[in-house]
């Protein structure tokens, strides 16, 4: 008897519509069961995202860190070098202009002896010609001992300097 009961119109929607709100929560399961997936899905992809980033950015501040090192090993093997050509040119200088010095001495000396032993050199003194008519004349080796001093300490500072500037350019930075 129930069950003609429910058989009349109204049952039969109730039915109907209760069939339907059962399907409708079956389907709702299955979709929430399916977006769960997808949630746990991006999620990790997410970390596996952000664990890429934090990898990335350890190894770019790992370079750089590298490369200031690098680059301060450089700056001092570079600045030893050039400490090291700058004190070589200084005392190739200083011995070069030493011998010059000394030789001038000599010289000099040697200047001073021959009037006093005019027969020590062989020849005889020969006079000088003046520079210009404004000049007295000037014996040949009067006075010209002090300049060529002064040119060849010269001539021996633009020698080192030349040098010094080729081997700092020979520098690897």
């Known amino acids: 008897m129930m069950l003609l009961r429910l058989l009349n119109p109204q ?23 399916h977006w ?29 860190d590298a490369a200031r ?6 700056a001092e093997r570079v600045g030893a070098e050039q400490r090291s050509i700058n004190e070589r040119t200084s005392n190739d200088l200083e011995a070069r202009l030493a011998a010059a010095r000394s030789l001038a001495q000599r010289l000099r000396l040697e200047a001073a002896r021959a009037p006093a032993d005019p027969g020590s050199r062989g020849n ?23 300049d060529a001093l002064t040119a060849t300490e010269q001539a021996i500072q ?10 700092q350019a020979n520098v690897k930075q």
Request: proline share 8%; charged share 20%; with cysteine.
């Open 11 to 33: 049952g039969i929607a109730g039915l109907a519509a209760s069939i339907c709100l059962a399907l409708l929560l079956v389907i709702q399961k299955g979709d929430t069961r």
């Open 36 to 64: 769960r997936k997808e949630s746990g899905r991006f999620e990790q992809l997410y970390h596996d995202q952000q664990s890429a980033l934090a990898g990335t950015v350890a190894n770019y501040r790992a370079a750089a």
């Open 69 to 74: 090192a690098a680059d301060r090993a450089a």
């Open 124 to 146: 005889p003194p020969v006079p000088g010609l003046s520079a210009s008519p404004r000049q007295p004349p000037q014996a040949a080796d009067q006075d010209r001992l002090p």
């Open 158 to 167: 633009l020698d080192e300097l030349i040098k010094w500037v080729k081997a």
